[in-house]
Structures are given as structure tokens and as C-alpha cells.
């Protein structure tokens, strides 16, 4: 079956801990995303990777760290930095955009983090 | 930066009645996607719009691109409980340093009552 994992589902947290969030895909997509999910605020784009080794900021990166060192990974790093990391984690890919033309994302089930 | 404003935030319907809501972006957009996120699961895309003025359908469901492609709409005929959820819109501008980001809007959380 093709698709996006996220582990693990629930995930808490004690203040003051880093939290790693995976997130693997095997659709052979060149893209890869981060978002976060407030109520009542959509979602927000944390960091993206359009290519192995290369990764981008989102809008709201600050206390956030990625890696993309294979194509079919992009874990998130929730650390201690961020002052509000209780949130639904979403994780996409996608093939890149050609021309005007950008591609469906696809999202994995998502992580609800709670931090305490 | 770039923003995407959606309206409603919140639309309660009966079932059988007509829902609506639309997006407004702040810059022109080379296209725009549509998505709906199901109670308790994950945005799943629905339809992606790209020519100025573009109307696209599926079903009971009809999607709009704006002549100037800031913003954009999607209407439901006769709505079904199975609606329920929260639609998002998500602007894509190609060039400069927004290129192959999808900015979201808040989304309208629709509710049908049977």
C-alpha cells in the first residue's frame, strides 16, 4: 500500500523534553511537509523539503527542527524552545511544482502532541 | 507574506440545504486546491483549480476561480450529513520565495444537522 505513516498517533510530553515525530512516505514524493493544527487557525506550515538534504522554513519554524537525509523521511523535532507545542502535527508530500502547476498533497494521519 | 482569508468560520446547515464558503487570497495565485479534513482525520484534496474564471463540479459540489485568481469558492447543493467537516482552501503562487508552499486558509467547519 502506498501512502504517509506518522508515528506514533498520541504522543505526551513532560515541558522541557525535545520530542521527535516521525513521519515516512512511500509515494517517491520529491516534497515533503510539516504542518501544525491549532483550532479555528487551519494549518500553519512549519518546514518543507523539496529535495533530499534541503529543507525550507515555514511560517511558524521558530522551536522546530528537521532533517531530510532520505527521500521517504522527514522527522520533526518539537523542542523545548517552543513555547506552545501542544498541537495536531500533519505531515504531507507531494510531488514538486512545475510551471503554475502544484500537485496535491498527501497527509498522513497526523500526531497529537500534548505537552504537560 | 502572502495570506489566505476564509469565510465562515462555522456554518451550520439542514440537511438539504445549500452551503457555501469562500476564499480570498492577498496576492494572485496560480492556483488553488481545495480540501476536506473529515471530524478527527487528516485533509484529504479534493479538486485543484488553475485557469482565471475556472468553474470545475463534482457531484453536488462546484468549484469557482476567480477572474483575477484571488479568490475562489465552493458551493454544495443540497447538503448531506456525510458533508460534514472542515473544507480548506490553499493557494499556491508560483516564483519568488513562496514557490511549492501551499498557504492554507482557516477553513469553514461545517455542520449538518438531519
Known amino acids: 500500500d502506498g501512502g504517509i505513516t506518522q508515528s506514533p498517533k498520541y504522543l505526551f510530553r513532560k515541558e522541557g523534553q525535545n520530542v521527535t515525530l516521525s513521519c515516512e512516505q512511500n509515494l517517491n514524493h520529491d516534497a515533503m511537509y510539516w504542518y501544525r493544527q491549532d483550532p479555528g487557525q487551519g494549518l500553519r506550515l512549519i518546514y518543507y523539503?523539496?529535495?533530499?538534504?534541503?529543507?525550507q522554513k515555514g511560517d511558524i519554524a521558530e522551536g522546530y527542527s528537521v532533517s531530510r537525509e532520505k527521500k521517504e523521511s522527514f522527522p520533526l523535532t518539537v523542542t523545548s524552545a517552543q513555547k506552545n507545542p501542544t498541537a495536531f502535527y500533519l505531515c504531507?508530500?507531494?510531488?514538486?511544482?512545475?510551471?503554475?502547476?502544484?500537485?496535491?498533497?498527501?497527509f498522513g494521519p497526523g500526531t497529537r502532541l500534548t505537552v504537560t | 507574506g502572502q495570506q489566505v482569508m476564509q469565510i465562515p468560520q462555522y456554518q451550520h446547515v439542514q440537511e438539504g440545504e445549500d452551503f457555501t464558503t469562500y476564499c480570498n487570497s492577498s496576492?494572485?495565485?496560480?492556483?488553488i486546491q481545495w480540501y476536506k479534513q473529515r471530524p478527527g482525520g487528516h485533509p484529504v484534496f479534493l479538486i485543484q483549480?488553475?485557469?482565471?474564471?475556472e468553474v470545475k463540479k463534482q457531484k453536488r459540489l462546484t468549484f469557482q476561480f476567480g477572474e483575477a485568481k484571488k479568490n475562489s469558492s465552493l458551493h454544495i447543493t443540497a447538503t448531506q450529513t456525510t458533508d460534514v467537516g472542515t473544507y480548506f482552501c490553499a493557494g499556491h503562487s508560483a516564483g519568488g520565495t513562496s514557490y511549492g508552499k501551499l498557504t492554507f486558509g482557516q477553513g469553514t467547519i461545517l455542520t449538518v444537522h438531519p
Open positions: 496576492t494572485t495565485l496560480s492556483n
Open positions: 483549480l488553475v485557469k482565471s474564471g
Open positions: 504531507a508530500s507531494s510531488s514538486n511544482p512545475t510551471g503554475d502547476l502544484a500537485y496535491e498533497q498527501y
Open positions: 523539503s523539496q529535495i533530499v538534504n534541503d529543507f
